[in-house]
């Protein structure tokens, strides 16, 4: 056990900058060899493997904080390329775990081979594939497109950088559940081999969470986008809220502040109220 932790711990090591790499090594070693003298000892009471893990997952803690400074990472976590890397990356770990999407390829193939295949057939099963998935699908575009059109008149007017990463998420929706729904479709297809329970869990369940989920994505795409700055896109902080919900001369109301200081936003949490506000402040306040 000691061999083997000493090795996690030098490959965790590179988590650590260059400069402090030698020292973070040294102590955290030190710590690691100090632990094991007392369990060999004797003398430590707690479980010997369960203290060792916890010693390392500080050390690489310790070691990506580090190199990542925690208020650098928040500042990124808060701005618009953080959904944007999220969603590339997405992407990129769904092709690569459905091998290229293959589910979504076969289904564009069966519907090219069916339009184009010249026999004449009474039934084909190619078309109940096509059929299967392209009308939920379209049902889900359409449910989102109607989203997009009531969403739409509670943003306001903002700068093209605005809409664009609205633009943007709203592209990445479309583009990513349906594709997680094929594929992981797929593999629930393989995975019950119960026909019953395939039609009913991998056909119609599937379906439903679909829809669900690409609706709730939807709402959240405009969620987002209500609580963010229009001129950096980032995130607001330091919610306060004030009002009743049963009011109608003080209905609830949040108001948020721009980091950066460009403005602040009063978001109304009822429909009694008066809409979105926001109001921008000038240089002044960006060092407060």
């Not at 925690?70 to 775990?97: E, M, Q």
């Not at 081979?113 to 190619?126: T, V």
């Not at 943003?155 to 605005?162: S, V």
């Not at 039609?199 to 405009?222: E, M, Q, R």
């Amino acid at each position: 056990m000691p061999a083997i932790a000493m090795w996690l711990l030098r490959l965790a090591s590179p988590l650590a900058p260059r400069g402090a790499r030698s020292e973070w090594h040294s102590r955290w070693s030190s710590r690691l060899v100090n632990l094991w003298i007392l369990v060999e000892r004797g003398e430590l009471a707690l479980d010997a493997r369960a203290e060792t893990a916890g010693l390392l997952r500080a050390a690489a803690a310790n070691a990506f904080w580090l190199r990542f400074n925690r208020a650098g990472l928040r500042y990124w976590v808060r701005g618009p390329s953080f959904i944007v890397a999220c969603a590339c990356t997405a992407l990129v770990l769904l092709a690569v775990l459905s091998h290229g999407f293959a589910a979504t390829r076969a289904i564009v193939s069966a519907a090219i081979e069916w339009q184009i295949d010249p026999r004449h057939l009474r039934y084909d099963p190619r078309g109940d594939i096509v059929v299967g998935h392209v009308v939920p699908i379209a049902m889900a575009l359409t449910i989102g497109a109607v989203l997009v059109l009531i969403g739409r008149l509670s943003l306001g007017r903002c700068g093209w950088r605005y809409w664009m990463f609205l633009s943007v998420k709203i592209v990445s929706v479309m583009l990513l559940v349906p594709l997680l729904w094929l594929e992981g479709g797929a593999v629930l297809w393989r995975q019950i081999s119960h026909e019953t329970l395939r039609a009913w869990i991998a056909g119609v369940g599937s379906t439903l969470a679909f829809l669900g989920g690409f609706g709730v994505s939807v709402i959240w795409v405009f969620g987002d986008q209500r609580r963010r700055c229009p001129v950096c896109l980032r995130r607001l902080a330091r919610p306060v809220t004030y009002g009743s919900w049963g009011s109608m001369f003080e209905p609830a109301t949040t108001e948020f502040v721009c980091e950066e200081g460009h403005g602040a936003l009063s978001l109304a949490e009822s429909e009694i109220g008066e809409g979105d506000r926001w109001v921008a402040l000038d240089g002044s306040w960006r060092g407060l």
